[in-house]
């Protein structure tokens, strides 16, 4: 089973971006997804997340700017960036969620996807 992140780059800050991560096998219909970032250096933080029910949660720091959805048809889960600032410049993964924190679903982390926010 394996997860692709897509959607990062650079951007200018106030900018937008939409990150996508599409997973393979059957188990994404039924897992709770969730979208962490990391620094160098720095743990992987989980900035949002969605239920299989679609409900979903958010860090402070990216409440009311990010979106997380999903498409269960297109084994996708999305996320949506708007309002971007420099403190958002980080390597930005998908992953399994359980309980508000990753849990190895789908066995490994993806190769990730760069957002570069400048000033």
């Known amino acids: 089973v394996q997860l692709v992140e897509s959607g990062g780059g650079l951007v200018q800050a106030g900018e937008s971006l939409r990150l996508s991560c599409v997973a393979s096998?059957?188990?994404?219909?039924?897992?709770?997804m969730g979208w962490f970032r990391q620094l160098p250096g720095t743990e992987r933080e989980l900035v949002a997340s969605i239920t299989s029910a679609k409900s979903t949660n958010y860090a402070d720091s990216v409440k009311g700017r990010f979106t997380i959805s999903r498409d269960n048809a297109k084994n996708t889960v999305y996320l949506q960036m708007n309002g971007l600032k420099p403190d958002d410049t980080a390597v930005y993964y998908c992953g399994g969620v359980s309980r508000g924190k990753y849990y190895p679903t789908f066995g490994s982390w993806g190769p990730g996807t760069q957002v570069t926010v400048y000033s």
């Open positions: 096998g059957n188990m994404f219909v039924i897992a709770s």
